[in-house]
């Protein structure tokens, strides 16, 4: 097959519901330790897009290749079930709404995966814990269920439970879109630190400043296209395409 | 000739014994029930429809007919085929049977009702779809369901007292045996109703303790 040399690669992804075709012809490309931003307005298919790199929302067409191995292979069903597994204990994902376990304390929604695929003993599990929750700055709710946490701690925990996995690549899908305003920057202030130490993410937004803070490359998209990507600087201030410049107003001014 | 509670202590041995035994028997098919359901709602859901089917037509034997008649099928029944089980296995099986298909009812509505993005963050983690049921949905869907499962099992307790039929010496044969002694009725079948009463305040108690135990986790 092709010589793989990209971190993240998705060539010509193709998704349909139906007769809706939701994502048309789409190439990505991620470095290791790159930020990507991606915007556009609701239903251009950005989740869709995010979720078809783990294969949450398999494509209809097209190539999602990791790290040098494809994602999306086509195997015999039982022995795609056991790549597809694989692959996903890579990639961290994190969602909206936070879909923390709620019957389980926030020590075992970080530990349950770990535990349970990688085999590691209680001690390690306890120490990988209070490692991950320290990082997010959740080390004091330890055992605490969900239901007993705000909004932002909420993120916080989901984070530190993908990070468990030890992921090389992390997806955020509008992490930060369900909390109150107040709690945004507590989260906010995680995925920094994750950029800060070069993590690979590629984060769904619909924050245009923090976009502009932490991405290295941000995609515009619309209506299942990539509509126009460059460095954040170009896109926010300077884009080429009148579609972008229209979006972009039209957000600033929804949010003002 | 009035009430006379006066013989009763002489016989509360026999009845105390035949409590243990209704206890007994309610706390096993109450255990099988609840695993049986677990496992029957994972079948009505996730089994291919060569499973499922024949599951169906098992479920409508639990479900449309006498909880009696399957009580005799299963004692008297199975001997036929050389199935010879005790009366006590035979009144956990029916009672636990039965009611793990009513419990299975329940867990089935409860599993579908569980957010999808409970599934969804489980599968992205790496877990199997069998792992995430396991670990994930399936708890979340028994949990909510503790109040009426609770419900079922007090119902369980109630009709433990059929198992009678069969020769099981529980709380009921054993009050009637009493009574056939002493030719009192209405004051055995009280203290019988009172220690069905005691059990049933007990199993209560137990829901109650379960339920505040996992009101933290929703
Ligand atoms: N499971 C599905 N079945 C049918 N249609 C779907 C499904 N998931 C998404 N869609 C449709 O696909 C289109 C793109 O959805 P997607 O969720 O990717 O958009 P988005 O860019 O993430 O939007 P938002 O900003 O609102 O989250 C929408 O029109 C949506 O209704
Ligand atoms: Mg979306």
């Known amino acids: 097959m092709t010589e793989e040399k990209h971190f993240v690669e998705i060539r010509h992804a193709k998704k349909s519901f139906g007769t809706l075709e939701v ?11 790159q930020i990507v931003g991606i915007i556009g307005s609701s239903g251009s298919g950005k989740s869709t897009l995010l979720r078809a790199i783990n294969d949450l929302d398999p494509l209809s067409g097209g190539e999602v290749w990791l790290d040098g191995v494809q994602v999306n292979k086509s195997l015999p069903h039982r022995q795609y079930e056991k790549h597809i597994n694989a692959m996903r204990q890579q990639v961290g994902m994190v969602f909206q709404h936070f879909n923390l376990f709620p019957h389980l304390t926030v020590r075992d929604n970080v530990t349950m995966a770990p535990k349970l695929l990688k085999g590691i003993s209680n001690d390690e599990a306890e120490t990988l814990a209070r490692e991950q929750l320290e990082h997010v700055g959740m080390l004091e709710k330890i055992d605490a269920f969900p239901s007993q ?20 690549l992390m997806l955020f899908d509008e992490a930060t879109s369900a909390l109150d305003p107040e709690l945004v920057e507590e989260v906010n202030q995680v995925m920094k630190k994750l950029a800060e130490e070069h993590m690979t993410m590629i984060i769904v937004t619909h924050e245009m ?12 998209m619309e209506k299942g296209v990539v509509v126009e990507e460059g460095p954040p600087e170009v896109i926010f201030k300077n884009p080429e395409k009148q579609r972008t410049r229209e979006f972009l107003r039209k957000h600033i001014e929804g949010a003002a | 000739m009035g009430l006379d509670f006066t013989v009763v202590p002489g016989f509360m041995d026999i009845i105390l014994l035949g409590a243990l035994w209704t206890v007994a028997i309610t706390v096993a098919s109450a255990v ?4 049986g359901g677990i496992f029957f709602a994972v079948i009505a859901l996730y089994t291919h429809w060569t499973v499922r089917l024949p599951f169906k037509a098992f479920e409508w034997l639990f479900m449309g007919t006498p909880l009696l008649l399957q009580l005799f099928l299963i004692y008297f029944g199975l001997v036929q085929i050389g199935i010879d089980l005790p009366a006590f296995v035979a009144g956990v099986v029916g009672l636990g049977l039965h009611f793990a298909v009513y419990n299975s009812e329940l867990i089935q509505t409860a599993i579908i009702a569980v957010d999808k993005g409970q599934m969804e963050a489980a599968r992205t983690l790496g877990l199997s779809r069998g792992e995430a049921l396991r670990k994930v949905v ?9 109040p009426p499962i609770g419900n079922n099992m007090i119902a369980l307790l109630k009709d433990s007292a059929l198992v009678s039929v069969i020769g099981v010496s529980e709380l009921t044969l054993s009050a009637q045996r009493v009574i056939g002694k002493t030719y009192r009725p209405f004051e055995f079948y009280l203290v019988a109703a009172a220690v069905y009463y005691v059990i049933n305040l007990c199993m209560e108690w137990v829901q109650r303790r379960i339920e505040r135990r996992i009101a933290l986790s929703r």
């Not at chain 1, 994502?23 to 330790?33: A, F, P």
């Not at chain 2, 099988?32 to 695993?35: H, R, T, V």
């Open chain 1, 23 to 33: 994502l048309k012809d789409i190439n990505l490309t991620v470095e290791r330790g």
């Open chain 1, 149 to 168: 946490l705000s909004g932002g701690q909420k993120q916080r925990v989901a984070i530190a439970r993908a990070l468990a996995m030890k992921p090389k």
């Open chain 1, 209 to 220: 400043d923090f976009a502009a803070s932490v991405c290295d490359r941000v995609l515009f």
């Open chain 2, 32 to 35: 099988l029930s609840f695993f």
């Open chain 2, 138 to 146: 399936i708890p979340q869907a028994v949990r909510d369901v503790i």
